[in-house]
């Protein structure tokens, strides 16, 4: 059985970092999109960042970009989300989500083209 179980959230300082992981099991990462979203109180899910494991690609959010660092590793089947220079509309609940089939979903961060996710951790930067 497919499943995705996010880690790592917690409350942090502005300016301070996170590092979210995402541990997949019932499949390998290896030919899967993976994508990191977020939903803060009273607004939409929105995609944070993407990895493609068969190109070796990343996408990003405009406004996360120089600032998270998206990685896998394949071997512990497992996705990060490292998060620097956190900012205060960076609270939300993450979630990590992959496709039922293998490749990219178009568009990267549409919601609607991922069809499993994890439970979500909370993340909220607050002095």
């Known amino acids: 059985q497919l499943q995705l179980v996010e880690s790592g959230g917690d409350l942090v300082q502005p300016g301070g970092s996170l590092r979210l992981s995402c541990a997949a099991s019932g499949f390998t990462l290896d030919y899967y999109t993976i994508g990191w979203f977020r939903q803060a109180p009273g607004k939409e899910r929105e995609g944070v960042s993407s990895?493609?494991?068969?190109?070796?690609?990343?996408y990003y959010k405009d406004s996360v970009k120089g600032r998270f660092t998206i990685s896998a590793d394949i071997a512990k089947n497992t996705v990060y989300l490292q998060m620097n220079s956190l900012k205060p509309e960076d609270t939300a609940v993450y979630y990590c989500a992959v496709p039922a089939i293998a490749g990219d979903p178009d568009p990267i961060f549409a919601v609607a083209r991922y069809d499993y996710w994890g439970q979500g951790t909370q993340v909220t930067v607050s002095s």
């Open positions: 990895i493609s494991n068969s190109y070796g690609t990343t």
